[in-house]
């Protein structure tokens, strides 16, 4: 496109020559009676002498001049034209991208260089728990548009799942997964029926309540869930059946043992931010890619107009039903990983706060951009460690800050959408002539 | 026959909005509805889809019953609309847009389709990477229009395509309703207020009045007509 824009404006040497030497002969014109004659002093009479010499060099530096000078300006004029015509094509899409690699690679390499700091580390679990939750809220709240307020229930549901199947039967972390997802997608429906008709307000206040009463199921069902206490002594996932303990049960191996290297508590550590770096990964490319599928598209249409939804044929219902379940799901995967991760969980962790926390990286991050949660994350979950050192004016300075946030940038940090279908080569030039 | 409506009734709630109605579109007609806010028009229009459904008569398309059909299956049957104030998806793009208009169309089709939509509309393909809601008013009626002929209908129902818009777009509007159904042979149903290019355009109308059809007959003579003139035509327009 900017080569299009120089050969408009750029001259051909032809041209620039001609230039050039039209100025020179305005310059001889001129430079006649100015440089090339001049008058001089000869015994108290002036007489008139030529420099031909000196008016030669006159009309050369101008023509010179006059070249470069023209070059000069045309360079700047197709500079700024090209450019001009670069700012019409939005490079967001490519910024959010090259960050999102940065990002990644930043996340690989963390525990590398910070393999002796348990501290770090488990800050970065942290944060990808939320990014997950993120991720997960994104589908039903960022491009579904339906405000739920409480995404915790699934985040416990998985959680619970996982722990009650573990203490009544046994079962390992690999195999309860599934199980616990498929459990909170199967929640998530069960919240989506009664309030299919709801939108707006209504439906955050019944999704809120929702999230209340499965924490108060779990604090006063006790044979369940053994009530406030909680459930404790959760297995740690292992890598292939290897587990990360100090000694091997007899006739087995332990993670350290199989490699042959010294243990290290650091081991169970750094594996654990590996998983949920894994777990958040798949979560991110199984949402972009449902996104560009129909069921992507019609959950965007859906919260753009849902009438509109209706009159084009579309099936509302399932299309709700399916945000809530897929959105529930993932929630009720990094609810399996929390307990892991925890070894303890009660229902004092999923209290609104998470709720509201999580959807509060929705927003932060720009309802429905992917990277966003990612920033928004790391905002929420590192500003208020960084903030420690201020102790009692913590949260304080943490409110401050969103807030700030939200003035500056009301529609979130990321709020570029990217298409999810985009045009082939041939169409897009044959647009634009 | 493509649409026959017969002795429809239709309530919102307590409210007896369609009081008996009996309307009939044959194959390649453009047929308008005219009359006063509230007449009725959106919802004979709705009741077609279900919402509010029928509670009582018959509606007929394409020589099957479809009075209890579920709403997202009435659409899938070849009738398309045009939702009164465009509601295309602002932040989508345009051709996502065009997009969702296929969701239950043969996807082997999209690209004939679209490339026919974009030869009716030359603006949409310039804009197609664009947002929809950026598009100006008349712009966003040819793709709602657009939208809806992706799914190949068989009938096309218009409700209020000139409400909102520039003058000019007004007049674009109603000579493409006329394209559609000269060159494409497509069968319209139009609800209009604006009576006087509605009636213009179509070949036959009825007027609506309190839930009743009042008057029926050729777009001439309607036009023509002292009752259409007095109410709808001299007034406010």
């Given amino acids: 496109?900017?080569?299009?824009?120089?050969?408009?404006?750029?001259?051909?040497?032809?041209?620039?020559?001609?230039?050039?030497?039209?100025?020179?002969?305005?310059?001889?014109?001129?430079?006649?009676?100015?440089?090339?004659?001049?008058?001089v002093d000869q015994g108290g009479a002036l007489t008139v002498q030529t420099r031909f010499g000196m008016l030669g060099a006159f009309v050369g530096v101008s023509f010179v001049g006059r070249f470069i000078f023209r070059w000069i300006i045309d360079?700047?004029?197709?500079?700024?034209?090209?450019?001009?015509?670069?700012?019409?094509?939005?490079?967001?899409?490519?910024?959010?991208?090259?960050?999102?690699?940065?990002?990644?690679?930043?996340?690989?390499?963390?525990?590398?260089?910070?393999?002796?700091?348990?501290?770090?580390?488990?800050?970065?679990?942290?944060?990808?728990?939320?990014?997950?939750?993120?991720?997960?809220l994104n589908v039903v709240v960022g491009l579904a548009g339906l405000l739920d307020l409480g995404y915790v229930a699934f985040y416990a549901v998985?959680?619970?799942?996982?722990?009650?199947?573990?203490?009544?039967?046994?079962?390992?972390?690999?195999?309860?997964?599934?199980?616990?997802?498929?459990?909170?997608?199967?929640?998530?429906?069960?919240?989506?029926?009664?309030?299919?008709r709801l939108r707006g307000d209504y439906l955050a206040i019944v999704t809120l309540g929702f999230g209340e009463i499965i924490r108060v199921i779990l604090v006063n069902w006790t044979e369940l869930s053994n009530g406030p206490n909680g459930i404790g002594s959760i297995p740690r996932p292992t890598l292939f059946g290897l587990p990360f303990d100090r000694n091997p049960a007899e006739g087995t191996q332990t993670f350290a043992t199989f490699f042959g290297i010294e243990f290290s508590g650091m081991h169970r550590i750094i594996f654990l931010y590996y998983l949920i770096l894994v777990l958040a990964l798949l979560t991110n490319v199984f949402v972009s890619r449902l996104r560009k599928l129909p069921v992507g598209r019609a959950w965007e249409a859906l919260r753009e107009d849902e009438i509109a939804c209706k009159a084009m044929g579309m099936n509302v219902t399932n299309v709700k039903l399916s945000a809530f379940a897929i959105g529930a799901m993932l929630g009720g995967f990094a609810g399996v990983f929390f307990a892991a991760r925890q070894g303890f969980i009660s229902p004092e962790s999923f209290t609104f706060t998470e709720s509201a926390t999580i959807l509060a990286i929705v927003v932060l991050g720009g309802m429905g951009s992917q990277m966003g949660v990612v920033l928004a994350a790391l905002v929420l979950v590192l500003l208020p460690e960084l903030g420690r050192n201020f102790?009692?004016?913590?949260?304080?300075?943490?409110?401050?800050?969103?807030?700030?946030?939200?003035?500056?940038?009301?529609?979130?940090?990321?709020?570029?959408?990217?298409?999810?279908?985009?045009?082939?080569?041939?169409?897009?030039?044959?647009?634009?002539? | 026959m493509m649409l026959h409506m017969e002795g429809v009734h239709a309530h919102y709630g307590h409210i007896h909005a369609l009081r008996g109605v009996d309307v009939t579109v044959q194959v390649?007609?453009?047929?308008?509805?005219?009359?006063?806010?509230?007449?009725?028009?959106?919802?004979?229009?709705?009741?077609?889809?279900?919402?509010?459904?029928?509670?009582?008569?018959?509606?007929?398309?394409?020589?099957?019953?479809i009075t209890r059909v579920p709403s997202h299956l009435i659409s899938r049957r070849g009738i398309a609309i045009v939702p009164e104030g465009r509601r295309i998806f602002p932040r989508m793009t345009v051709m996502e847009n065009l997009l969702m208009g296929t969701a239950f169309a043969d996807p082997a089709n999209f690209n004939a389709d679209i490339k026919r939509i974009y030869a009716m509309f030359p603006i949409l393909e310039e804009r197609a990477a664009q947002r929809a809601g950026t598009l100006s008013g008349g712009e966003q009626q040819m793709l709602a229009i657009g939208?809806?002929?992706?799914?190949?209908?068989?009938?096309?129902?218009?409700?209020?395509?000139?409400?909102?818009?520039?003058?000019i777009y007004i007049k674009r509007i109603f000579q493409i309703i006329r394209e559609l159904n000269t060159e494409h042979g497509m069968t319209v149903l139009l609800v209009e207020q604006n009576a006087h290019h509605a009636l213009r355009v179509a070949h036959r109308g009825y007027v609506l009045q309190h839930g009743e059809i009042v008057l029926a007959g050729s777009g001439q003579e309607l036009l023509a007509s002292e009752e259409v003139r007095a109410a709808y035509l001299e007034g406010g327009h």
Avoid: C
Wanted: no cysteine; glycine share 10%.
């Fill in chain 1, 1 to 39: 496109m900017s080569a299009v824009i120089i050969a408009r404006h750029a001259r051909t040497p032809a041209e620039r020559f001609k230039d050039a030497a039209w100025v020179a002969f305005v310059a001889l014109l001129l430079g006649i009676p100015m440089v090339g004659l001049t008058t």
């Fill in chain 1, 75 to 136: 360079q700047f004029r197709n500079r700024r034209a090209a450019k001009a015509a670069v700012a019409k094509v939005d490079r967001t899409p490519q910024v959010i991208k090259l960050i999102g690699w940065v990002v990644l690679g930043a996340s690989v390499t963390m525990p590398i260089m910070f393999s002796d700091n348990r501290y770090v580390i488990d800050t970065a679990t942290t944060v990808l728990i939320y990014v997950m939750l993120g991720w997960g």
């Fill in chain 1, 158 to 196: 998985g959680a619970y799942t996982y722990a009650l199947l573990f203490s009544h039967f046994g079962w390992t972390f690999w195999e309860a997964l599934p199980v616990a997802g498929a459990m909170a997608a199967t929640f998530g429906i069960l919240l989506g029926y009664p309030i299919l």
């Fill in chain 1, 391 to 433: 102790a009692e004016y913590r949260m304080l300075l943490f409110g401050t800050a969103m807030v700030l946030i939200m003035v500056w940038k009301p529609s979130g940090l990321l709020s570029s959408r990217e298409p999810t279908i985009r045009l082939n080569k041939a169409a897009a030039t044959g647009g634009q002539p």
């Fill in chain 2, 28 to 65: 390649g007609e453009i047929v308008t509805l005219i009359g006063a806010n509230g007449a009725g028009k959106s919802t004979l229009m709705m009741s077609l889809f279900g919402k509010p459904g029928a509670s009582s008569g018959r509606i007929v398309f394409d020589g099957e019953d």
């Fill in chain 2, 147 to 167: 939208r809806a002929l992706m799914s190949r209908p068989k009938l096309l129902l218009l409700d209020e395509p000139s409400l909102g818009l520039a003058p």
